[in-house]
């Protein structure tokens, strides 16, 4: 077998067991492996057998072909790598492979072959799937003796490179092949790719093995920043006239489209693409669908609808809903939406000097992805996602400037903004014209802020660079100045004469110009003696000068001077071109410049110079030419050619050519030019000058009779798409050709056969600013998702000005109701919670010890009220942690040692753990760091840091975490204090003394009105959301804080220890309340007294003797207070707080009667409370004096033995109970009694050890026992038929030597719901927001947020329940937890009875609100009907709008006219209409006619009374609307004028027309337009001009050239004629048309131009690229040249025939075939997968040597593989099929099926 066998058997074996090393194909390669080529799964030609043998890493004799290592291997055993393949795919990814071989006769490490990807472009649509070609290959193969018709089976997940297919019709799926060709995607949705039957990773750069993904925009690894989210939700509005609904709009681009429609309603889609085209699809049934060229997935169910669609979209789609039930649907959409215009970084801008180190910034220009433009910022503004780039600066130009000393500064600057610079105005006009002058201009240091904007800036700034020059000298050039040249002969050689010479204006550069001095000028002429004497007479005068010298000097002087402004320059005129007779004279005229600047003259277009060009072209007359004759008579001769003295003589007329045509195609006239000359000069001369009867007849020609070029040709304009901001209109553009005029014969033509730019057909209209109206964002997501949140957006008020954009402006500018711009969500109850305190403070301090604090059970309701619950509700959350430990320095006392080391040495803060309360104002308190005080107002205030080891001047202060420095108020001392002085609120806060690494804190509370706290004014809190919305509902603090909800209800009087600012500020407040102290009590001693009275303590008397002016309490005993409050039951934390608190103000004020008795000594007990009248500061601390419960020190601290302390248990109560006639209830619940109960019995079971002894009271006092209420032997307490007078607090107490608990129970009376009703009906048609109480009648207007209060008492709380007759409540309805009913922005929908049902276990009551809506008349912008309306009445009726501010109308009298009062509201509003301020009566001569329902006032026939002003009256309950229109009624005429120009100057047919005129009220001209309905008077021509016309030349048109080039002749007809009076035309001789001109040419010469032809240069090479057997390919060049040999452009040869520039030849190269070798034996001979190969290669004949396929590529390549045998295998016999069985069982494949089946017979005993 050979090698190259070898090699493909272990290439092949190793794709099928998927891990092949290099090992196993050593070991192959010893045991003498065999080819199994009928098992390979891909076409051999992709793999060469060469290549495929480097992967066993085979090791060649030949190593010339790899000559270079490879460099990523190092020194390693491997050849360097093959080149790679070609790709497996030439589209949509595919994969190549490059290989390499091992050199060392031992394994090498690493892989011999390597992939990569490759054909990365998209396919063409008609490409079709990859897998699905792999498939159909196997349908002309039989499977089981049947051919199938394949289909692909994609996204397997185990075996996704296996080549799975479906027969077609059947359920039949077969695995073909178990690897797909490389390059076939493992699942749709990625990129990943099938290599050699592994899936490889792909990223969507790909590459292989890439991480890259698109981003939720498309974007390759993008960040997301291209797109932005939308998403929301669409509630259908109905109406009896809607039968469908714009959801939203999905932009072009846009990206993972979901649409959901929930409900009876059906879906439909509009789109359009770019290029304007638009299309509608209805989707009636699921599928896959191609819309708009993007593929949408629709899902059609009962009750819903989902379209989506990956994206990106290629056209803008708008999503719309029919309606098709009664049953609103909703729509939810989302999507992600391309930002189409984005911020694009520019160049960076040239730099700002050209040396010695400047800078060179960028900018930011918004620009548009769709086109491709750069637009407006404000494009990019809408997008808040889009950040503008911040201009970026870099240094340029750093090298040294010449003769410099090469150093440059430039400053520091923020790299943010350009650098200051300098700027200048232009520069002045000059002071002087020549000869020296100055300019001056103003130079400033200006900066350009981010936003471009340039201002003003100090000079300084701009110091770093050098100012420019503010003056400049100008026009240092000598002035103009005359300039004699010499004089001329004499005119005569004897006697007296004339002499003349040239006098010239010229410049500084010696050139002719203006602006000299007239009155300087040298004169030009003077006589002149001539000393030879004459023979004749002296003449008197002397000889003029001949004309030339004169005519010289006089040109000369006439020249124009070239100055600053634009002139037309005319140059000399050129000689005459005749000697004799009749000529020419030409010159040159060119608009020029003169630059001051520079003293240069610039030559600029002719349109920038004003006025009329002067000539170039003239006419000239030199005298007879010798031997001329002329047929004129002997007065003409004379006239002509008689002396030159009579002055008449010397004019005549002459004809100068014809004008230009008139027009410039199919067909104009030209008409003979005739002026009068100076026959001896050839100048122009006034008409008045020639004999008039002399001038020539006039002559015309046609001329340019070919057709017109193609123009372009446009219609009207459209009506504009948009009444304000900015619209389009549109028109129709043909390109058309004007073949003749006289017959108007037009043709129309393609677009591209026009040349001149299309135009537009598309413009701007309407450009002028929209009123101002809301706009409004879309609403955001809810604040949270439960527990009552907020949904706000911004409403703006914006105005579309003309340019299309928005820009924001007042409120009030916007007339509509401003719309609702928040709402209520998330209005579910939240799961429950753990809410835990803040941790007390530690329990020592000093040593170790410990902090507790408390957690509660809570969730938080769907109105944003939190309700605490039993803590069994969150048994099954993690509970957080009650105690940790706590630690301070240890509390030993320390030796010297100790105290000397560094450590003990630091600053220590003395500070006091206290708590102040002032109840009187003083002028100044002092206090320590380490506590709190709650002050009054205007208080001052002194606080002291006591620090030891620490100089007092380098101590600070912060507030709140920042910095405290001196101000007006507040004063740092240096000695380590800090004043404040007469407190406000903003100087409420924490002070923190820092002493080094130590720090102590001092908080401030201000007392305020009511015995409230004052917040500060840093904390305010936001104001509510309005428009109807309950505070309620929105601010859950302050609902907080006003009370808790148990278990569903709200405790109204339970307004203790809720989370306050400060740790005791509600054991402060609680303690101000229950005496009552405040700034006014307290200094009045009538409110003392009467406060005094609603004391509820025991000692109350005690409190009367003295009340002290400021008191301190220890911070430990406030600690144990709120520790006692917080193990009370939740509707009792209140009443029990009350009470201990009672017992501490009892304490206070016994302790001051003491203080008092004593003079002021201080007391000798511990209590930890002492008054203090003057800043006298007071310690210890005590228990609660009568009172003690289970938070003590001892419950903190539990000793390690057996001992507790005493704990009440407390378990859950049946709702049910109260509905029994006997309660039994453990203590610690509320307990409810009715009428029907005959025994209550409380149960107190407490633990702990000793056990303790179970007291009971009743309202803190000790409770009296009688026949009715008694102590059952359990402890519990029962009390016999309960009445009224055992309502009341009932606490169970539990003691014993270790400590106490205590739990209450409150007793109270059930009773029926009752409902707060209103009796008096509501009307508001004036506020945007309405509450009121249940029960009345509410007229309101539309879009108005009304709150109905459902107020309801009872015991237990009822529960409240809203409904409305005939149908629910409403989307825009929502009910709040305390009973109330608000509705949003309400519509016709929400009219109706709402009532409200409030029931408990006792009873029921029911309260009813009916609700009646309106809505003010007001202008109706959807005037449908009637317009429809207007439309029936005919098309010579004026229609007419009436408006709110009145618009005036001018009418003809005699026409109809409709009045429209377009007016909305509800109920409809009634319609009366007046006429001058009277109602119109519609009975009087049928003048007038109401339709429409009172909505058109219809005149049938207008007449001068009609007009006046018109007003429509619009009323119903809610308002008044009055709209008005002016009528004008005018009467128009025709009436004839003056004749117009007669229509010939002679012959018979000139005719005068009168011209027609159209009056307004016989005295006022106005458009034609006004009288076209009038009949028009009878317009009767008059004839003029019947004469005899003169004699004139009559030309025709050119013949064609003779000559197409080289210079040829055309002729002419040239007669003379004349038109008599009576219309006759006769033919006269030359000589009648003498006097009309000369006579013109009747020849000339043409197409002058030199001859042309093609010549080419010699054929080149026969090349090796290779058409047929031995036929190669030459080439020469072809070019255009005249016969002189120049070269020419190749359109001047376009008439001839071009030669060849290429041909065939003969070349050796190409003597090549393609050659075959002979079919390799099939592989199988039966069964689907036998196959044959053989060797294709491009020979040449010759040689027999192979090259290269190129060569061969004119003729098809032969196949070099093939299927064979395919003819089904007997299934009864178990045989080999193939011959290679031997090796399969040695390999071990016989485990594969695919082997197995066809080495039946070798497999048979390979078991599993």
Known sequence: MSVSLFRIIVRISCSFLLICSAREALAVLVEGAEFLPEFTLIRRESYPEESLGDVLNYKSDDQ?????????????????????????????????????????????????????????????????????????????????????????????????????????????????????????RCYTETLHMCISGNCQVVGCDHQLRSNAKEDNCGVCSGNGSTCRLVRGQHKSQRSQNKLEDTVIAVPYGSRHVRIVLKGPDHLYLETKTLLGQKEENSLSSSGIFSIGNSSVEFQKFPE???????????????????????????????????????????????????????????????????????????????????????????????????????????????????????????????????????????????????????????????????KFPVLQPCNLFDCPKWLAQEWSPCTVTCGQGLRYRVVLCTDHRGLHAGGCNVQTKPHIKEECVVTVPCYKPKEKLPVEAKLPWFKQAQELEELLAVSEEPLFIPEPWSPCSKTCGSGKQTRKVKCQVLLSFSQSVEDLPDDECEGVKPQTEQACYTGPCSGETVEYNIEEADLLYTSLRDFDELHDWHSEGFTDCSESCAGGVQEAIVVCLNKQTSEKVDESLCVIHRHPPQLLKVCNPGPCSPRWEFGKWSVCSSSCGVGLQTRDVFCVQLLSRESDETVILGDKNCPQPKPDNVQACNQFDCPPDWHVEEWPQCSQSCGGGVQSRLAFCKQRIADGSFVDVAEDLCLNPKPNVHRVCGDVDCPTEWLASEWLQCSTTCGEGSQRRDVICRKMGGDGIPIMLNNSNCSSLPRPPLLRPCSFPPCAKLNRKELKSPYHQGPHILGVRKVYVQLKKERKLQFATGGQAYLLPKTSVVIRCPVRRFRKSMIMWEKDGEQLSSSSHVTVTQFGYIKI???????????????????????????????????????????????????????????????????????????????????????????????????????????????????????DASMESIIPLTFEIDQARLDEISKAIQQQTDDLKDVFATYVISQLVAEISKNATKSKQKHGERLSDTSSVKPSFHKIPTTGLSKLSSLEWSGSKEAIHPPKEAIKAPRILQRPIDKELFLSTDIIADVGHTILLTDWTNKLVLKCEAGGNPKPDISWTKNGQTLKYNHRIEILPDQALQILVPSESDVGIYTCTARSSVGSDSLSSKVAIAGKPVIRVSKHDLVNFNSTSVRVDVGSVVKARLRTNITIICQVNGIPEPSVIWTKELGPL??????????????????????????????????????????LLQDLPKVSQDSKDLVRQFALTGSNVYAIFATV???????????????????????????????????????????????????????????????????????????????????EIADYQWLTGEFMPCSAPCGNKGLQFPILKCLRDNSIEVDKSHCKDKPQPDIHAVACNIRDCLPRWIVSSWSPCSQHCGGGTQRRLVSCQKVTAAGILRDLSPGFCAQSGK???????????????????????????????????????????????????????SNNTRPLSRQNCTSDLCTVQWRSSPWTPCTSSCGNYGFQSRRVECIHLQTAQQVREQFCSWKQRPVNWQRCNIIPCEKSECRDTTRYCEMVKRLKLCLLSQYKLRCCESCRHISK
């Not at 010339?64 to 491997?78: I, K």
């Not at 391309?338 to 010695?356: A, K, L, M």
Request: hydrophobic letters at 30%.
């Open 1445 to 1527: 501010l009145g618009n005036k109308e001018v009418l003809t009298s005699g026409s109809s006219v409709l009045i429209g009062c377009p007016v909305k509201g509800y109920p409809k509003p009634s319609i009366s209409w007046l006429h001058n301020g009277k109602h119109i009566n519609t009975g009087l001569g049928q003048k007038y006619q109401i339709l429409a329902s009172q909505q058109i006032l219809q005149i049938l026939s207008i007449t001068k009374g009609h007009g006046g002003d018109y007003s429509c009256i619009t009323q119903n309950d809610a308002g008044i609307l009055t709209l008005q229109v002016t009528l």
């Open 1370 to 1411: 409403g989307g825009n309805a929502q009910v709040f937890q305390n009973g109330d009913l608000s509705i949003i922005n309400v519509t016709l929908l929400n009219q109706g009875s709402y009532s409200c049902h409030a029931s408990n276990i006792l009873g029921q009551v029911t309260a009813t609100t009916r609700l």
């Open 981 to 1099: 002085n007469h407190l406000k609120p903003v100087h409420i806060g924490t002070y923190t003394c820092v002493a080094g690494f130590v720090r102590d804190n001092f908080e401030i509370n201000i007392i305020g009105q009511n015995n409230k706290l004052i917040e500060s004014s840093s904390s305010k809190q936001e104001a509510g959301i309005g428009n109807g919305i309950s505070n309620e509902a929105l601010h859950l603090k302050d609902d907080y804080l006003s009370g808790l909800r148990v278990n569903g209800s709200k405790a109204a009087k339970n307004q203790f220890f809720i989370n306050h600012h400060g740790q005791y500020d509600a054991i402060i407040l609680k303690l101000l309340e229950i005496k009552g102290w405040s700034r006014d009590s307290l200094d009045s001693r009538e409110s003392q007294a009467s406060t005094e009275k609603d004391f509820t303590s025991v000692e």
């Open 1639 to 1693: 006579k013109p040419a009747d020849s000339q010469t043409c197409n002058r131009q030199p001859c042309s032809e093609w010549s080419t240069s010699s054929w080149g090479q026969c090349t090796s690229h290779c058409v047929g057997l031995r036929l190669g390919v030459q080439r020469r060049h072809v070019f255009c040249r005249s016969q002189n040999g120049t070269k020419l452009p190749s359109h001047q040869c």
């Open 64 to 184: 010339s072909s790899r000559t270079a290592r490879s460099e990523e291997d190092g020194d390693s055993q491997w050849d360097a790598w093959g080149p790679w393949s070609e790709c497996s795919r030439t589209c949509a990814g595919g994969a190549s492979y490059s290989l390499r071989r091992c050199l060392s006769n031992r394994n090498c490490e690493g892989l011999s072959i390597r992939y990569r990807t490759c054909s990365s472009v998209d396919c063409p649509p008609e490409a079709g799937d990859f897998r699905a070609q792999q498939c159909s290959a196997h349908n002309d193969v039989k499977y089981q003796g049947q051919y199938y018709e394949w289909l692909p089976i994609y996204n397997d997940p185990d075996k996704p490179c296996a080549l799975k297919c479906l027969a077609k019709g059947t359920a039949l799926v077969v695995e073909l092949a178990p690897k797909v060709l490389d390059g076939t």
């Open 304 to 466: 819903k609808e989902i379209l989506r669609a990956k994206g990106p979209l290629s056209a803008d789609f708008t999503v719309k809903i029919q309606y098709m039930g009664n049953t609103e649907s909703i729509v939810q959409f989302f999507f992600y939406q391309p930002i189409i215009h984005q911020w694009r970084e520019t160049d960076f801008y040239p730099c700002s000097v050209t040396c010695g180190g400047g800078y060179q910034l960028t900018s930011a220009e918004c620009y548009d992805l769709r086109s491709g433009r750069v637009v407006l910022d404000q494009y990019c503004h809408y997008y808040p996602e889009n950040i503008k780039p911040k201009p970026k600066l870099q240094e340029c130009n750093m090298d040294p400037c010449p003769a410099s000393d090469g150093y440059k500064q430039i400053i520091p600057f923020d790299h943010f903004h350009p650098l200051p610079r300098w700027d200048s105005s232009p520069w002045t006009a000059c002071s002087s014209s020549c000869g020296g002058g100055s300019q001056l201009r103003t130079v400033s240091c200006v900066e350009e802020d981010i936003n471009g904007q340039v201002n003003s800036v100090e000079e300084w700034k701009c110091m770093y660079i050098q």
